[in-house]
T-cell receptor, first 116, second 113 residues
């Protein structure tokens, strides 16, 4: 049963600490998305990768956020230093562009981050 | 500019009745995909149904169907024979030519027994 795996599922950290969230995309998927979900902003696209290369990270605060794909089976999202306003659920999704060009995204279960 | 608009923040439906969740989109790309996701209270995002912009027929998946009206740029989700387990947030999404994935603000559906 192929699925996107995110770790950790929950994270509570103190303000100023580094947070690293990990995502294992579905094997064979070459597109990875990072989303942040909050009550106020809904689902925001932070960054996405195609074949491990970042295509767009304009939704991400550059001063503290960074996203990478060290290899095809791992995507990471780091926040350093973390702030209370970063508290949200972070979703990773992976997909494979269809012949029509669009990409269906399969979501992981999310990482619920609380920064105190 | 808002790409996906869901105008119904919340809706109620009686169990076993059909319900339509509205979604309109904005794009100038000739090729795009439209999606619906369900997010129950557990928080996971569950893919429901997909419609390609060039598909001639409306997509169907079990009790879900997508009422695709290209000229109106609408992609409404129809759930037939609602069940209590359908109570959740529903998100409409679009993937454009650049393969960015845009989400609407969601509709919270409550199914009443």
């Amino acid at each position: 049963d192929a699925r996107v795996t995110q770790t950790p599922r929950h994270k509570v950290t103190e303000m100023g600490q580094e947070v690293t969230m990990r995502c294992q995309p579905i094997l064979g998927h070459n597109t990875v998305f990072w989303y942040r979900q909050t009550m106020m902003q809904g689902l925001e696209l932070l960054a996405y990768f195609r074949n491990r290369a970042p295509l767009d990270d304009s939704g991400m605060p550059k001063d503290r956020f960074s996203a990478e794909m060290p290899d095809a089976t791992l995507a990471t999202l780091k926040i350093q230093p973390s702030e209370p306003r970063d508290s949200a659920v972070y979703f990773c999704a992976s997909g494979l562009p269809s012949t029509g060009g669009d990409t269906e995204a399969f979501f992981g279960q999310g990482t619920r981050l609380t920064v105190v | 500019a808002q790409k996906i608009t869901q105008t119904q923040p919340g809706m109620f439906v009686q169990e076993k009745e059909a319900v339509t969740l509205d979604c309109t989109y904005d794009t100038s790309d000739p090729s795009y995909g439209l999606f619906w996701y369900k997010q129950p209270s557990s928080g996971e995002m569950i893919f429901l149904i997909y419609q390609g912009s060039y598909d001639q027929q409306n997509a169907t998946e079990g009790r879900y169907s997508l009422n695709f009206q290209k000229a109106r740029k609408s992609a409404n989700l129809v759930i037939s024979a609602s069940q209590l387990g359908d109570s959740a947030m529903y998100f409409c999404a679009m993937s454009d030519n650049f393969n960015k994935f845009y989400f609407g603000s969601g509709t919270k559906l409550n199914v009443k027994p």
